[in-house]
């Protein structure tokens, strides 16, 4: 049976209750359609589109980043790193990617999944923070005050949704374009999923990601 999560709470995922040799983290959304009224129906006027990415941020026991990736012109580039996001969908360990980039959030279910193998991961990382952007939010003034019936839920290799956190936008999330949405933190035994939920105006995970250096 499946855990609710609120904002702030937490739940583990045990191994001897749980197949984590490969979890499912998925993520979904609705965009709030706005009334057209008379004369917005009569012209067919399109409803906005969103882009929303999800980013995993892998750190050690100090809750680091520890590997920004390739190095270009003396700077990171965060490709081939420990941060997995839509310019670097796999890690180089083979053990968590990103199954692809819904551009629209449109249809039911998992809008985009990450796949982590949670038994085999190195034991290094000992956090995996899950971020969420708008793409280019902030340019486009869309923010988490449209979006609707988020999730993030955690499903074990026998398909079993352990564990999920639901969080709709609204006034409190007016101009919030990025979002630390949930972890998972290694424990023994296993692993715990934390329900997270603290949003930011930027678009950008590289905020975020600032938080983990």
């Known amino acids: 049976m499946s855990v609710s999560l609120s904002k702030g ?3 583990s995922l045990r191994k001897n209750e749980h197949d ?4 499912t983290i998925g993520l979904g959304w609705d965009i709030r359609e706005e009334k057209k009224g008379f004369l917005g129906s009569l012209l067919g006027k399109k409803e906005e589109e969103y882009d929303l990415d999800v980013v995993a941020f892998l750190c050690n026991a ?5 590997d920004l990736g390739s190095v270009e012109n003396g700077k ?3 490709v081939n790193g ?3 996001f839509f310019n670097s969908q796999r890690h180089k360990s083979g ?3 990103l199954t692809g980039d819904n551009r629209t959030g449109a249809g039911d279910g998992d ?3 990450i796949i982590v193998q949670l038994n085999s991961l190195d034991a290094k990382y000992e956090k995996i923070v899950f971020i969420v952007q708008i793409y280019n939010g902030e340019r486009l003034n869309q923010n988490f005050g449209k979006v609707q019936n988020a999730f993030i839920r955690a499903v074990d290799a026998k398909n079993v949704e352990m564990a999920r956190f639901d969080l709709s936008g609204g006034p409190a999330f007016a101009n919030q374009c990025s979002m630390v949405f949930a972890e998972l933190v290694r424990e023994s035994g296993g692993w715990k999923l934390n329900a997270i939920g603290e949003p930011s105006q930027s678009d950008s995970f590289v905020t975020h990601l600032r938080n983990y250096l």
């Open 9 to 11: 709470q937490g739940v």
């Open 82 to 84: 420990d941060i997995i």
């Open 111 to 113: 809008d985009e999944q």
């Open 20 to 23: 984590l040799s490969s979890v």
């Open 76 to 78: 990171p580039t965060l």
């Open 62 to 66: 100090e809750g680091k980043v520890t």
């Open 95 to 97: 053990e968590i990617w």
